[in-house]
């Protein structure tokens, strides 16, 4: 184990506990919100605020991007939320950081707006739908699954742009009682939709989608957990998994091979790792994109890293004084060519007179931005309202 230094960078200006971090549009920005429902956008290059505004009423529970072109949010007020902020609509907010004013902000255009449920703190989980065609006219269609609102021991999965709900009652026919969702991720393992979900009762459970006949099966349960679920994350291309808990175990999971994920697997199967870390309370759970490293928010104020392969710490980041909820990696990109210039093609509307225009300052930004884009960034939110950059490995 190896004690970290200090942050590269504190970002304040939140008024209230931070509990969702995203970075996107290739690492050039990072959005945090807060407790009180504030969501702030920074510009990771100059580390101030691009775009401040009250996205919810009550609390965020999760954050990310839709094509780098919007933002999408989740609050305890039971809305999820699809904000617009192209490039070129970040001029035309507020930058005053809501430590400073609780005041209206002008908040992005909301494009579209989602009744779910927030009983339970589980935040949203998405992923872009991979047999959608091609849309020149607009983003790629995503797929949000969220606890359900008719049921909130079941998970239900919502469509957009087209707002229907495709698929409801996910887990109602589990033959074990789990209680509540508490944490979510939904994605392809190959072209299969599935999802994976961590409960009330410490039980992990992956469902698998068989498209012909529209059905959820259950492919894998384990209950390596005493105490609820916190977090959970999975490897690149979901061939394991890992979950948190209030207790302190932190568990690995394999996905169980082809020929054998079928819905006749009722035999829970053990983790093929687990580990007591002696530390209750890691929630956040979150993987690099290379998956050779995962890290946790403690409620003891530690931010802690793992080996994904061996899960050994190999850091504890040390700074702030309270609890800390979620952190987040920046993304680790495999090509060494130049940065784009912010997919301004894809988030711009008034054409090419801005990126002339602006071509120097691009070419400047994009000296900082290619150094962010390589550094191995961790953001760290905690209770006391700021977010800590640390350059892990």
Request: hydrophobic share 40%; net charge neutral.
């Amino acid at each position: 184990m190896q004690l970290a230094q200090q942050p590269v960078y504190v970002m304040r200006g939140h008024a209230a506990p931070i509990h969702a971090l995203h970075f996107y549009r290739s690492n050039s920005r990072l959005v945090s919100a807060d407790a009180d429902g504030w969501a702030v956008v920074w510009n990771l290059a100059t580390r101030r605020p691009v775009a401040v505004w009250k996205a919810h009423d009550g609390a965020v529970l999760g954050v990310s991007d839709w094509d780098d072109c919007s933002i999408v949010t989740h609050g305890r007020d039971n809305k999820i939320y699809v904000w617009q902020l192209r490039l070129g609509d970040e001029a035309g907010l507020d930058t005053e950081l809501p430590a400073a004013s609780q005041s209206d902000r002008r908040h992005p255009w909301l494009l579209h707006s989602l009744e779910v449920n927030a009983l339970n703190f589980c935040a949203f989980s998405m992923c872009y739908e991979i047999h959608s065609g091609p849309n020149s006219d607009g983003p790629r269609a995503i797929m949000i699954a969220v606890p359900s609102s008719r049921d909130p021991n079941t998970i239900d999965i919502y469509h957009l742009p087209s707002g229907n709900r495709r698929h409801v009652a996910i887990g109602s026919d589990l033959s074990f009682k789990t209680g509540m969702p508490m944490a979510l991720k939904l994605l392809y393992m190959g072209s299969c939709l599935s999802l994976i979900a961590g409960y009330e009762s410490g039980h992990a459970v992956v469902f698998s989608l068989d498209s012909s006949a529209q059905a959820w099966s259950t492919i894998y349960y384990s209950k390596p957990h005493t105490q609820p679920v916190l977090s959970l994350d999975s490897t690149p291309g979901g061939l394991s998994f890992y979950t948190s808990s209030a207790d302190s175990i932190i568990a690995k999971h394999q996905m169980p091979p082809d020929d054998t994920a079928t819905a006749s697997n009722t035999a829970a199967s053990p983790p093929s790792l687990m580990i007591n870390t002696h530390h209750a309370g890691q929630q956040g759970l979150v993987l690099r994109s290379d998956g050779k490293v995962f890290a946790t928010a403690g409620w003891d104020s530690r931010i802690r890293v793992y080996s994904g392969k061996t899960m050994k710490e190999v850091a504890v980041l040390k700074w702030h004084k309270e609890g800390c909820y979620t952190v987040a990696f920046a993304r680790i990109f495999d090509d060494t060519g130049p940065l784009p210039e912010l997919s301004t093609e894809l988030c711009t509307t008034t054409g090419n007179e801005i990126v002339q225009t602006n071509q120097a300052t691009l070419t400047v930004a994009q000296l900082r931005e290619n150094r962010t884009k390589k550094s191995h960034i961790l953001a760290a939110g905690s209770k006391d309202g700021r977010v800590s950059l640390w350059e892990v490995f």
